[in-house]
């Protein structure tokens, strides 16, 4: 990847999350493509992941969460993103985000009506940073239309 192309990205685990082996797989396959990843480690509030968008030029947040509670989390970081002023800024969701696996469709529509990329547990890593790069990409070139 080139320099003109490489990508900020933060990552972290949400609030009531201690898990760290997903975010330290997904911070070491992003930077082997070539991408900045700064690691807000685990437990982060989602005032945390705000500010650091705002301190900085953050390309897009990468959330991770292992408890099977992470939605309400996400929400909450949804919001506070809108009223930062953040609203466009790509939050990506990984891992075990909700205990109700018959749910997980319907969350995933949740979280997506609030601006959220929800990956399920079950995607390879391969696809979710094909995912994220192609996002990215096109709302580099949406930027420059």
């Known amino acids: 990847m080139s320099p003109q192309h490489r ?5 972290g685990g949400v609030l009531n999350d ?4 997903g ?10 493509r070539g991408h900045e990843v700064a ?9 945390d992941f705000a500010a650091a968008a705002r301190e900085t030029a953050a ?3 990468l959330v991770a969460n292992s408890s099977g509670m992470g939605e309400t989390e996400l929400l ?11 609203a466009n800024l790509p939050v990506y969701a990984g891992g075990m985000l909700t205990l109700q696996v018959d749910d997980w469709p319907e969350m995933q529509k949740r979280l997506s ?12 890593i391969e ?19």
Not at 18 to 21: E, P, T
């Open 113 to 124: 009506r609030r601006g959220i990329c929800a990956f399920s547990r079950n995607t390879a």
């Open 127 to 145: 696809e979710i940073l094909n995912a994220i790069e192609e996002d990215l990409e096109q709302r580099h070139l949406g930027h420059l239309k």
């Open 7 to 11: 990508k900020w990205i933060f990552v």
């Open 76 to 86: 909450k970081l949804a919001d506070i993103c809108q009223e930062s002023g953040f």
């Open 23 to 32: 975010l330290v797989i997904v911070m070491q396959a992003l930077r082997r």
């Open 59 to 61: 390309d897009a947040l």
């Open 39 to 47: 690691n807000l480690g685990t437990m982060v509030p989602p005032e």
């Open 18 to 21: 201690i898990h760290s082996h």
